[in-house]
């Protein structure tokens, strides 16, 4: 049985404050951690080109975690295959690893997701696009915001 779930609720404002996480890094510490890609997308919200992800096509049965901290995200049952160039989820693993931020950047409304625990861009999440997933939902993230950690046989 399908449940419809709606566009989860965002926060107005974009937290840009290192101490709203519990993850909480300055950007130069960021900055030593993360390779200049990585950075660009996790910390400044910028995007991959698309199918240039190293997730985008990849099937192997495991949790993917956050890039930056570590923090588990989602879970490999909830891919699937939308054919939109970054590797798509219907659901998170649990509501509390993600936060929800108000995007107009585009001149348009999205929603963007972010690690809770450290504050970085993961992608957008999508309402309603027609594909046959239990939330109606699509999370649109960036391969290099995620580290996919293989399920142990």
Request: glycine share 6%; hydrophobic share 25%; proline share 6%.
């Amino acid at each position: 049985m399908s449940t419809q779930h709606s566009t989860p609720a965002t926060d107005s404002a974009r937290p840009d404050a290192a101490a709203a996480y519990s993850q909480a890094k300055s950007e130069q510490e960021w900055r030593e951690q993360l390779s200049p890609e990585e950075y660009h997308v996790l910390r400044e919200a910028g995007t991959e080109r698309p199918f240039t992800g190293e997730y985008n096509s990849t099937t192997t049965e495991g949790v993917y975690a956050c890039r930056a901290c570590g923090v588990e995200l989602f879970r490999s049952e909830t891919k699937f295959e939308a054919h939109c160039g970054w590797p798509s989820f219907y659901a998170p693993l649990a509501e509390d690893r993600v936060q929800y931020i108000q995007d107009d950047s585009l001149g348009r409304p999205r929603t963007e997701v972010r690690c809770a625990s450290c504050g970085s861009h993961l992608g957008h999440v999508f309402e309603g696009e027609g594909y046959e997933t239990p939330t109606d939902l699509r999370y649109c993230m960036n391969s290099i915001s995620m580290t996919l950690v293989p399920a142990q046989d």
